[in-house]
C-alpha cells in the first residue's frame, strides 16, 4: 500500500495502470493543494511488486517517455 500525491487526475492514472499491466487498486482519499496546484492524494493498493510496476509507468509519463 502506497499513497501519492499528485495533480494526474484519477482517470489518467487508472488509465495507466492498465497500459503498464499493473494489477493496483487506486482510490482517491483527499484534495490538497500547494503552491496553486491542486494535487490528488491517491491511495495505491496491491502487491509490491505491481505497485512498482505501476510507479514506474507513472515515472516514464511525468518524464516524456
Known amino acids: 500500500m502506497k499513497v501519492i500525491e499528485t495533480p494526474i487526475p484519477l482517470t489518467e492514472l487508472e488509465e495507466l495502470a492498465k497500459r503498464a499491466g499493473a494489477d493496483v487498486k487506486l482510490t482517491l482519499v483527499g484534495k490538497s493543494g500547494r503552491n496553486g496546484i491542486a494535487l490528488n ?10 505497485i512498482e510496476r505501476f510507479m514506474e509507468k507513472l515515472r516514464l509519463a511525468r518524464a516524456g517517455g
Open 41 to 50: 492524494r491517491v491511495l495505491i493498493e496491491g502487491p509490491e511488486e505491481e
